[in-house]
């Protein structure tokens, strides 16, 4: 399956491991984040159906110039990942509102801003896939962690929203609960002697949403769990 996407957000770890996924599925495949040295890295290393394109997602004029970006490189977009996550790592008592509203900004508004980019394009089209990156504080809040925990929460609803008013037209909306610890290099340089089995793997999730671009439109997903596998005697 050929495709354009996007994919907002990409660092080390399963957003590498998703872009690598699409660009072997034969998708192009545009990559968002704020640090340059990585996308352009990472684009070297995928090749021509790569584009780097640095752009903070919280600002819209941005968003609309990467998303142009991409379109003149390889056309409309058909596929959207809305991965980006911002949070403080703080509690109620610790947390500055600018903390908070950052967290808000870059993982709730963030996916607004690229979705409202992206839809028109799938609409257009006849259809598309847009997938958001949850957490287990998307479902449970977490203690100490309150601007992760609320942005997580509104990524759910904005994502359960679209769902259901673009799914007639459509477009998939899914929204993916990574319910456990994802194991990018620096996790494991830091804490070495942890169980490989206590980690979750990010191509293996990488396929996973491959899947849900490519799930018969008669049984959309609209929330799938991701954890890691425990073996039950």
């Excluded at 354009?4 to 690598?20: E, H, K």
């Excluded at 992760?148 to 799914?167: C, D, H, I, Y």
């Amino acid at each position: 399956m050929a495709g354009t996407a996007v994919i907002a957000g990409v660092g080390p770890g399963l957003g590498a491991s998703i872009a690598r996924k699409f660009v072997a599925e034969g998708c192009r495949v545009g990559l968002f984040a704020r640090s340059a040295d990585f996308l352009e890295q990472l684009a070297a290393d995928l090749g021509d159906d790569a584009l780097a394109v640095p752009t903070d997602i919280t600002d819209p004029d941005a968003v609309e110039a990467g998303f142009r970006a991409v379109r003149d490189a390889f056309g409309p977009v058909d596929i959207l990942v809305n991965h980006a996550s911002g949070g403080s790592w703080k509690g109620i008592r610790d947390i500055s509102p600018s903390e908070f509203e950052r967290a808000w900004r870059v993982s709730a508004q963030g996916g607004l801003l690229c979705s409202q980019a992206a839809v028109d394009d799938m609409l257009a089209e006849g259809g598309g896939t847009i997938v958001f990156t949850g957490a287990t504080s998307a479902v449970r809040g977490r203690g100490g962690a309150v601007g992760f925990s609320a942005a997580k929460f509104a990524v759910r609803g904005l994502a359960e929203s679209m769902a259901r008013e673009l799914g007639p037209e459509g477009i998939h909306v899914a929204h993916v609960v990574i319910d456990g610890q994802i194991e990018p290099p620096a996790v494991r340089d830091a804490q070495p002697d942890r169980e490989e089995d206590e980690f979750l793997d990010p191509d293996a999730i990488a396929d996973s949403y491959w899947h849900l671009v490519t799930q018969d439109r008669s049984a959309w997903t609209l929330e799938l769990d991701v954890r890691p596998h425990v073996e039950e005697f």
